[in-house]
């Protein structure tokens, strides 16, 4: 069965993507990121000395902070604050500076649905512009549900507002090519068929959650491969960040 979606998308057709780094002078590392309509901005700081009151003075440390595009922010941009978190302390080398603390925020331009996934593919991009040392990428996806069982990717937010349920999924990108000099992979820790973040919001089955997976991982192949030329093309040219 199909669905109709009014941007006349298919229903695991992700929307156009652009990333563009090194855009903002006075961070350590930044990048945009838009799917669609929706942008964000992401800036790096640090790593600098000494780390925060409750946090392993052994380990590199990240703090995260999220800034809405008007207001203040609430219960939700807090949770988006501690997802983000604990995803970059998955994929980043934590024992490289240890006893350091280093920054991300995040500007939200515009929401205009998937604004999560958005982020942490912003963050990631940010993160190599400042040279972070990481194990891997990472590329995240939502998928959502609608009352028909029928699984969409990459959803605005009309359609975030019909759909019964989501994910939210974060999946390792093991383009190790394009990473900060000094990555590596964990030895013995398989990334190829793993998921780093997985937050799901409303009802859903197992085997539906699995959909979403499945399609998830599916897309992953069409955001590495814009990881890859983005990152490539500013090697090549360092004066053009995308």
Not at 4 to 17: A, W
Not at 81 to 91: D, N
Not at 168 to 174: A, E, I, K, Q, R
Request: hydrophobic residues 35%; neutral net charge; contains cysteine.
């Amino acid at each position: 069965m199909e669905i109709d979606r009014e941007d006349g998308r298919t229903p695991n057709q992700l929307r156009p993507l652009a990333c563009s780094r090194n855009i903002l002078h006075r961070s350590h590392g930044s990048a945009s990121w838009s799917q669609g309509d929706t942008k964000v901005l992401a800036a790096v700081y640090g790593p600098k000395a000494g780390t925060k009151k409750n946090e392993n003075p052994e380990k590199a440390c990240f703090e995260v902070i999220w800034k809405p595009k008007t207001g203040q922010i609430g219960k939700v941009e807090k949770e988006y604050e501690l997802i983000l978190k604990r995803t970059i302390q998955s994929i980043c080398v934590l024992t490289v500076n240890p006893n350091t603390t280093t920054s991300v925020i995040i500007q939200v331009v515009h929401d205009d649905g998937s604004l999560l996934p958005c982020a942490i593919n912003a963050a990631c991009a940010a993160l190599v512009d400042a040279g972070i040392p990481m194990k891997h990428l990472a590329v995240a996806i939502c998928c959502c549900l609608a009352d028909n069982g029928y699984a969409v990717l990459d959803p605005n937010k009309l359609e975030e507002k019909k759909m019964t349920a989501l994910a939210y999924l974060v999946f390792p990108n093991t383009t190790l090519s394009v990473l900060p000099e000094g990555s590596s992979l964990v030895e013995d820790e398989p990334v190829e068929h793993g998921i780093i973040t997985s937050v799901t919001h409303g009802v859903m089955s197992v085997d539906d959650y699995f959909l979403c997976v499945e399609n998830g991982r599916a897309a992953t192949a069409s955001l590495s491969a814009f990881f890859r030329k983005n990152f490539q093309q500013s090697q090549r040219d360092p004066s053009k960040a995308g």
